[in-house]
């Protein structure tokens, strides 16, 4: 018999499809698949949009493990209401600012600051939350079971926002929906260029409503009502550094972290760089989103082979699977095969959404409720310094390839 309340449980339990919904409300973008064309029509430059990106990562990094020490010490909701609420101005900036205006860059750098900040928030603490609540219901068993559906509904929904938010750029869809509908007054493309984000911005006021209905499980937290303020604004530092100090302890969780991110930092820089790789092997730029929609879709595969590898083959055996599919992937992608190449491609994508299953189901299993969200934060900053590192190698060879210009004569 369960020792919480009728309610109470009812709650949990409503807390974990909850979490399905915050993953597709928070991660599938309708702006996904013109991301970088939108950015430009907008009235950035590249190198506007190169700088934007990397104030985006660095605020990742640093709000990254500090947030998942406020989760623990704060409680996970507060984090995911926050993370919600940034995303919500995130879009709105990007809805509301004129294109083309002295403006646009300042609102596009607050608007990166207010993603990363968001993605850091959002990192630890709404796995924490479900595996709490599971932990709460006596029911921490349905854990893989809880990743793999959720799993499978992103799939769906990365493929539906793929497929929508290329279709809505496009203003020869609109307009010729338009005359279908026999509205004779079109849409200007000023308006078309917002569509993606506009959509992405009824999903965060959609998420705002699902943060709000979560339930905070209860977990042992330090008191900070009595403390000084000088020792309430210690407190994070000092979550970080126990649990840092559990983590170097507990050898298992840190082999995952390393794991995750020594396959992790390499498939994901094959997929930032995939657009680039499509080209090389002759796929035409028609075809790009729905390539990219297909490989949402495997995630459903991959989902299922993942709570299959963690409960019939030991961590040693899986980080063994994942290294080799991922060489066998890179391996044929090296070979850029025109047309063909493309299926090369799958396993080093499939690699990022294993990682992520694996990854999570071993640290939820394993961490402490006291540390929970701070160790999963560790994780998160370790693939993306993980990312960077990859980043620097790979200019840093291909600068070394090109040598040194030859002098002009």
Not at 182 to 193: A, D, N, Q, R, Y
Not at 246 to 256: A, M, Q, Y
Not at 265 to 273: D, K, P
Not at 283 to 299: D, Q, V
Request: proline content about 5%; charged content about 15%.
């Amino acid at each position: 018999m369960s020792p919480i309340s009728a309610p109470a449980e009812a709650r949990y339990a409503r807390n974990l499809r909850l979490f399905t919904w915050f993953r597709i409300l928070f991660n599938a973008r309708y702006y996904y698949p013109v991301f970088t064309i939108l950015y430009l029509d907008y009235g950035l430059t590249l190198e506007q949009f190169a700088i934007l990106n990397v104030v985006w990562a660095l605020t990742i990094v640093i709000a990254e493990v500090p947030s998942g020490a406020l989760a623990d010490i704060l409680g996970r909701k507060p984090l995911l209401v926050l993370a919600a609420a940034l995303m919500f101005i995130e879009m709105g900036l990007l809805v509301w600012v004129p294109l083309g205006s002295a403006l646009l860059f300042p609102i596009f750098l607050l608007n990166r600051v207010c993603s990363g900040l968001a993605e850091a928030a959002a990192s630890g603490a709404d796995e924490a939350l479900a595996y709490d609540s599971l932990k709460a219901l006596a029911r921490e068993g349905e854990w893989s079971s809880l990743l793999e559906r959720t799993a499978k509904a992103l799939s769906l929904a990365f493929f539906f926002t793929m497929i929508t938010g290329a279709l809505v750029y496009d203003p020869t869809v609109i307009h010729s929906l338009q005359a279908t509908l026999g509205i004779e007054t079109l849409l200007p493309e000023s308006l078309i260029v917002r569509l993606p984000v506009i959509l992405t911005w009824i999903h965060a006021t959609a998420l705002l409503v699902v943060v709000l209905s979560f339930k905070e499980p209860l977990v042992s937290r330090p008191q900070t009502l009595r403390r000084s303020i000088r020792q309430q604004l210690a407190l994070p530092f000092h979550q970080i550094k126990e649990a840092a100090r559990w983590t170097l302890g507990h050898r298992f969780v840190l082999f995952v972290i390393i794991a995750a991110l020594a396959i992790d930092s390499v498939a994901r820089q094959f997929v930032v760089l995939a657009s680039e790789y499509y080209r090389v092997v002759e796929i035409p730029t028609a075809l790009f989103g729905l390539i990219g929609a297909a490989i949402s879709l495997m995630g459903m595969l991959t989902a299922k082979l993942s709570k299959h590898l963690v409960h019939h083959r030991s961590p040693i055996s899986n980080l063994f699977f994942l290294s080799v599919a991922l060489v066998i992937g890179l391996s044929g992608v090296s070979l850029t095969l025109p047309y063909w190449g493309v299926l090369f491609a799958l396993p080093v994508f499939a690699m990022m959404g294993m990682v992520q299953y694996l990854s999570s189901f071993y640290l939820n299993r394993e961490v402490d409720s006291a540390f929970r969200a701070t160790v999963l934060s560790f994780r998160g900053l370790a693939l993306n310094l993980g990312l960077g590192v990859a980043s620097l190698l790979y200019t840093g060879w291909i600068a070394l390839l090109k040598g040194p210009l030859s002098p002009s004569a």
